[in-house]
Nanobody, 122 residues
Framework: QVELVESGGDSVQVGGSLRLSCVAS????????MGWFRQIPGKVREDVAT????????YYADSVKDRFSISRDNARNTLYLQMSSLIPEDSGTYYC???????????????RGQGTQVTVSS
């Protein structure tokens, strides 16, 4: 099991930017991908972005494509989510996760963090 700790959530205005970070306690050996998903109470989880650990391919939900960028610093065991052109619909709790994915969708979650809150206001 890998411990994941997110940071970087904040309250921003529409059009603003944020960078979320996720520090892993180690390499997630039993996972093929890492990524971010967001959750709003009462709504279905949305898998936002993933990166495959083997080849580095990245995938995004249509709702964030061209605005969000996922990256990984292997030396620091850190995953990032650079978010720009933020809109109110991007508000929610963002979770870092490791698991198995199909494109940007986690079909198996092995590890997840506690979440970091993003609020976008107009």
């Amino acid at each position: 099991q890998v411990e994941l700790v997110e940071s970087g959530g904040d309250s921003v205005q529409v059009g603003g930017s944020l960078r979320l970070s996720c520090v892993a306690s180690g390499y997630p050996h039993r996972s093929s991908c890492m990524g971010w998903f967001r959750q709003i109470p009462g709504k279905v989880r949305e898998d936002v972005a993933t990166v495959f650990l083997g080849g580095g391919s990245t995938y995004y939900a249509d709702s964030v494509k061209d605005r969000f960028s996922i990256s990984r610093d292997n030396a620091r065991n850190t995953l990032y989510l650079q978010m720009s052109s933020l809109i109110p619909e991007d508000s929610g709790t963002y979770y870092c996760a490791a698991g198995d994915c199909s494109y940007n969708h986690f079909y198996a979650l092995h590890d997840r963090g506690q979440g970091t809150q993003v609020t976008v206001s107009s």
